[in-house]
């Protein structure tokens, strides 16, 4: 039983670095732009923003210089697309909502893996 339970601790910390990796990818990092996807597809949110981490806590998108969305890290889930070209964002933003966005990355950045 302890196995289980030492398995399962590793993978969630396998995981949380994972997320730590990937909030420093896109910290500051510049989108082309950002799209909300729900089941009946994407919407664009706004173009031309930047992921912004604040304080550690919080993951804000600003867009000509008003916040899109503002989702707290703890409640946060991040993926990369298989791209590498944008990143999933999705969680229960500061107003409640669960809400997933995809913020599209600009080419202007290279960043290294």
Do not use: P, W
């Amino acid at each position: 039983m302890a196995l289980f339970f030492s398995k399962k601790k590793k993978e969630q910390q396998a995981e949380l670095e994972a997320q730590r990796i990937l909030l420093e990818r896109i910290r500051s990092r510049k989108v082309r732009y950002v799209a909300n996807r729900d089941e009946n597809g994407e919407t664009i949110l706004c173009r031309e923003a930047v992921i912004n981490i604040i304080d550690e806590k919080e993951i804000a998108i600003y867009s000509e210089n008003k916040e899109v969305v503002r989702i707290e890290i703890t409640n946060a889930r991040l993926g990369e697309l298989m791209s590498l070209g944008g990143a999933l964002i999705s969680g229960v933003d500061i107003h409640g909502s669960y809400i997933s966005v995809v913020a599209y990355y600009t080419s202007d950045i290279q960043r290294k893996m």
